[in-house]
């Protein structure tokens, strides 16, 4: 049975707003910079109504769904391709003549655990695309997701620090870009060029900030606006579609080559993620398969919270592997644990600002992912690990694409003096959409950035867990933290790039 879920959020079209700094790096980014830029611009859609109103949005009322090509029976068969057109309306029952939705797509059956992400086409006049290979034996069930939201802001979250000397302490807000209407302490890292700033303090010197942590989130709609969003949100669950299709067994179960690019990295069956590239995924399902296979290796994590959800995975599924007590804050670290009979060290590090959280962040803990990759000897008992989009989606990409281009030629360079250096990059995936997180940081601004990662390491001698298709193609619901069954697969492709199947 094909069940459709259309979740519609109205189209914005907010202009960006100046900002001396950032500009100031538009006007100076380096061909391949511009290159990077242009790999990931987002199509521009033709007859777009400016300004929006409500009547010239989605309404899944008036949207359609449509299996091509339809068979007798609704019978495919393994290896076949499934396609559905989606055709968009307006509040007025009229079709879209315009394009610019994020549509989401999966394939998949509950009752065998099986699922696969979709590759969707917009054809910027309304309608959309989605295709889905044929993998398993059985029913299947398609869902859909369109996610209409189009906003720019160069500071959509702001941050605030902690200055502190003897008695006296004031509060500064701190970012990437600040409007100079006082002085400014300067932040930039010397090695990277990372840049960062803060308020100068009235009373207090640019070398007393103790601390880091998140301020407000800055929304810039308009009343309309709000009203327009809040009027979609009432209505979640809005339009669903009935279609029978079945798989059926058919020579070899192989996917054949698909007519969207890029296929998909792999599917869920029976529970467990089967790879679809050269790496065949190895199943650890137990501790001692996975102590076996860190053995004499030493686990180096970078990044986000997402991050941290494996090392908490590692440290909750290993008895031998002791976490050291570094009484440190349990939302961002560093941490670290070790198995002294088997010759295992984990750590733990959150990269640098901009870190969206409201714990109180020691500036002394303050790392660079590409500052610590250069301080690293490497070899092949060195695994590194990192997972870098979840805090930056509130700002524009040319910032994202700068961190990357750092760690990326931190990477080279780690490569280069121990070339049997094992690095992998876990990818960004879709969360929940509520309000807040549609207004400042929704998916669409999570596959730019998806997209970003991609183009900036393709062609390195580096790995990628593919955490957007993993969980895409899950049953569970997607969330920023994916759950245990989902973490526990993407440790499964981990380990199986670190102890392959054709080594012992």
């Not at 950032?22 to 790999?39: A, G, V």
């Not at 303050?366 to 695994?383: C, F, I, K, Q």
């Amino acid at each position: 049975i094909i069940t459709i879920w259309v979740i519609i959020i109205s189209t914005l079209f907010i202009w960006k707003i100046s900002c001396s700094i950032l500009i100031s790096f538009h006007h100076q980014l380096s061909p391949e910079e511009r290159r990077l830029l242009d790999s990931i611009a987002w199509p521009e859609t033709p007859h777009v109504p400016v300004p929006v109103s409500l009547n010239t949005t989605s309404d899944p009322a008036h949207s359609t769904f449509t299996i091509l090509p339809v068979r007798a029976g609704g019978q495919w068969h393994v290896g076949d391709e499934l396609e559905a057109l989606i055709q968009i309306g307006d509040f007025q029952g009229r079709p879209k003549q315009y394009g610019g939705d994020l549509v989401i797509a999966r394939l998949h059956d509950p009752a065998l655990s099986a699922g696969v992400a979709g590759r969707v086409v917009d054809h910027l006049n309304g309608s959309y695309t989605a295709v889905f290979p044929l993998l398993w034996e059985g029913r299947a069930q398609v869902e859909v997701t369109p996610e209409s939201m189009l906003m720019e802001h160069p500071a959509r979250q702001s941050f605030l620090s902690l200055f502190q000397s003897g008695s006296v302490s004031e509060t500064a807000v701190c970012n990437f870009c600040l409007p100079p209407t006082q002085p400014l302490c300067n932040y930039t890292d010397l090695h990277t060029g990372e840049p960062w700033f803060c308020y100068k303090p009235k009373k207090l010197s640019c070398d007393t900030r103790i601390n880091h942590y998140k301020g407000g989130c800055n929304y810039y709609l308009k009343a309309k606006e709000v009203t327009l969003f809040q009027s979609k949100k009432k209505k979640k669950l809005l339009h669903t579609v009935h279609t029978d299709v079945f798989i059926f067994l058919s020579g070899q179960p192989e996917v054949k080559s698909s007519t969207v690019k890029p296929a998909p990295a792999g599917y869920y069956y029976q529970g467990a993620w089967r790879a679809l590239g050269a790496t065949t995924v190895r199943q650890f399902n137990d501790s001692s398969a996975i102590s076996q296979c860190l053995k004499d290796k030493v686990v180096n994590l970078y990044g986000d919270s997402t991050m941290r959800q494996w090392f908490e995975y590692l440290n909750s599924v290993l008895p031998d592997l002791k976490e050291f007590n570094l009484r440190s804050d349990r939302r961002t670290g560093p941490f670290m644990a070790v198995d002294m009979a088997r010759n295992i060290l984990v750590k733990y590090r959150f990269h640098s600002p901009p870190i969206v959280t409201w714990s109180k962040f020691s500036t002394n803990e303050l790392r660079y992912v590409a500052n610590e990759l250069d301080g690293m000897v490497g070899g092949p008992n060195t695994v590194v690990v990192f997972s870098i989009w979840a805090h930056f989606g509130t700002f524009p990409v040319e910032v994202y694409m700068r961190r990357l281009l750092s760690i990326r030629r931190a990477v080279l360079r780690l490569l280069d003096r121990a070339p049997d250096t094992l690095v992998v990059i876990r990818t960004g995936n879709l969360r929940t959409m509520t309000f807040m997180f549609a207004m400042i940081n929704s998916d669409w601004y999570s596959l730019q950035r998806d997209r970003v990662l991609r183009a900036v390491f393709k062609g390195l001698n580096v790995h990628l867990v593919d955490a957007w298709d993993m969980v895409l193609a899950h049953h569970l619901p997607h969330e920023i933290h994916p759950r245990p069954p989902i973490i526990k697969n993407m440790i499964d492709v981990l380990l199986s790039y670190i102890c392959p199947k054709n080594k012992s």
